[in-house]
C-alpha cells in the first residue's frame, strides 16, 4: 500500500472556537477557503520562512497585507477541511523554509 498523505504539517487538538494567534511577527500573503485544507491563512515571515494555518473559522479576523505581530489572533479554529472532517476539530499548522516544507515542531519547540 502507498503512502498517502494530505497535507505536510501537524495537526494540533484544539476546541471550536479556540483563537489561533500568529506564531512569529510578519505579513499575511494568503487567505483562502483551501479545497483539502478549508479556510487558511499564510504568513510571510521573511527570512524565506511561511506558516500557514489552516481549518479555521470560516472567516478569519485577517485579510492579505495585515501586518502581524507574535501572538495577534489570526482566527480560530473550525472544521472547514473537508478531507479532515472526520477527525476531532483541531488547527493544522505547517512551515515552510525556501519553499519546501519543514517540521513544525522545529519552531514551535524552538
Known amino acids: 500500500m502507498a503512502d498517502w498523505r494530505t497535507h505536510a504539517g ?3 487538538a484544539a476546541a471550536a472556537g479556540t483563537e489561533v494567534r500568529a ?6 500573503v494568503e487567505v ?8 487558511t491563512v499564510v504568513i ?5 520562512l511561511t506558516t500557514t494555518c489552516a481549518n479555521l473559522a470560516s ?5 492579505v497585507g495585515d501586518e502581524v505581530t507574535v501572538g495577534d489572533i489570526i482566527g480560530s479554529v473550525g472544521n472547514t477541511a473537508i478531507a ?3 477527525l476531532a476539530s483541531h488547527l493544522h499548522f505547517s ?11 522545529e519552531l514551535l519547540n524552538g
Open 84 to 86: 479532515e472532517s472526520a
Open 59 to 63: 472567516v478569519p479576523t485577517v485579510e
Open 44 to 48: 510571510d515571515h521573511g527570512g524565506d
Open 95 to 105: 512551515v515552510e523554509r525556501e519553499g519546501q516544507s519543514v517540521d513544525p515542531m
Open 10 to 12: 501537524v495537526d494540533i
Open 23 to 28: 506564531p512569529a511577527s510578519g505579513v499575511v
Open 32 to 39: 483562502t477557503e483551501d479545497v483539502m485544507l478549508g479556510t
